[in-house]
């Protein structure tokens, strides 16, 4: 993997990439708990032990389709991908028709510049699903050659049906709601446009995107970490458990989402993910630029680019998530160096350098 040859076997490349792999289980309890809540909208619940009840309850039917086989879970991703798709593209271009083509959103509100650069950290974590798709490059066919066009393929779609989604609740919803109906705004901003009907099919969308979503995640996490076993970067224990260690780790991931799933609200757990997932970014950028450069013929403009984007918005996100909830800071904080330094404990040192480039 690319943080080991960039570092070496040490602990900086392992707590790097124990931060991506606990970055997408976060995401994982995100995906969960905006099922939950999404699934009960039809009854009119906002909150309670429901949304942590049902998204756990998911978390475990993610188990299930995993443990029944790569097969089960590659037939659920393309056809579940496929509806997903194609329905909030639908559902885009409807709400578009009837506001007349417009794409003026209702009401007009400044944006803070803080504000705006501390949402891309959020942004960055809508993209970060192409992870899974490097973390189960096994399981392609010519990963050399189709893993790099994959990515672009999906974000390609992402960036065009997130920018559908974004516009169609910004003609259909104004602000003041949009933030009110922040963890189901799609489902609301159905209603004007569609109708009850709209409302109801809407919601069924939502829960076929989050539950497809989760059940990709989960393989790809449970992976990551065997590989991580496989190459002594981190410790493993079977707990008394039989099977190969991809099956054990399978349990650790949905254990370790669904107690995120019980313990934390959208919002933090978002948060979190985001703090986990621009640490471990910017880590990439600089290892691949210090050490790696001349070997991919890389640009080091771009590298560096990169790296000082990540920190501005790092930066602004802390800044703005330390005036309005710091403990969520202290907690990602806490975690970061819990992480860096387990690792250095358990590897002895923090990098080992590869060889000259």
Not at 176 to 190: G, H, K, N, S, V
Not at 264 to 283: E, H, K, P, Q, T
């Amino acid at each position: 993997m690319i943080l080991t040859k960039a570092y070496g076997p040490g602990a900086v490349a392992a707590a790097a990439s124990l931060l991506m792999a606990l970055s997408m289980v976060i995401n994982e309890s995100l995906v969960a708990r905006t099922f939950a809540t999404y699934a009960l909208r039809p009854f009119d619940i906002e909150g309670g032990p429901l949304v942590p009840l049902i998204g756990v309850a998911l978390i475990v039917f993610a188990y299930a389709v995993n443990r029944s086989g790569n097969r089960s879970v590659g037939l659920w991703s393309i056809i579940m991908s496929a509806l997903k798709i194609g329905g909030i593209a639908i559902f885009g271009i409807a709400a578009l028709w009837a506001a007349g083509g417009t794409w003026q959103v209702q009401g007009s509100e400044p944006a803070a510049p803080l504000g705006f650069v501390a949402s891309v950290a959020l942004s960055i974590l809508a993209f970060k699903g192409f992870t899974t798709i490097t973390n189960s490059g096994a399981e392609i066919v010519d990963p050399h050659r189709n893993v790099g066009r994959t990515i672009m393929i999906s974000i390609a779609i992402c960036a065009v049906v997130y920018l559908l989604v974004a516009f169609a609740v910004g003609v259909s919803l104004p602000p003041e709601q949009i933030r009110a109906a922040q963890d189901y705004a799609l489902a609301e901003a159905a209603g004007p446009v569609l109708g009850q009907s709209g409302f109801y099919l809407t919601v069924a969308l939502a829960m076929v995107a989050t539950a497809s979503g989760l059940i990709a995640s989960v393989f790809a996490v449970s992976r990551m970490l065997a590989m991580l076993t496989d190459m002594k970067m981190i410790p493993h224990s079977h707990f008394g458990m039989t099977g190969s260690i991809q099956s054990h780790t399978l349990v650790y991931t949905v254990v370790i989402a669904g107690l995120l799933t019980v313990l934390f609200d959208l919002s933090r757990i978002a948060s979190l993910g985001a703090f986990f997932y621009l640490v471990m970014d910017m880590a990439v950028h600089w290892g691949v630029w210090r050490n790696l450069r001349g070997q991919i013929k890389g640009r080091g403009w771009v590298m560096l680019t990169a790296l000082a984007l990540d920190a501005v918005v790092l930066a602004a996100f802390t800044t703005l998530k330390w005036r309005s909830d710091p403990m969520i800071v202290a907690y990602a904080v806490a975690g970061i160096v819990m992480v860096f330094t387990y690792e250095r404990a358990f590897l002895k040192h923090w990098i080992t350098m590869p060889e000259a480039r």
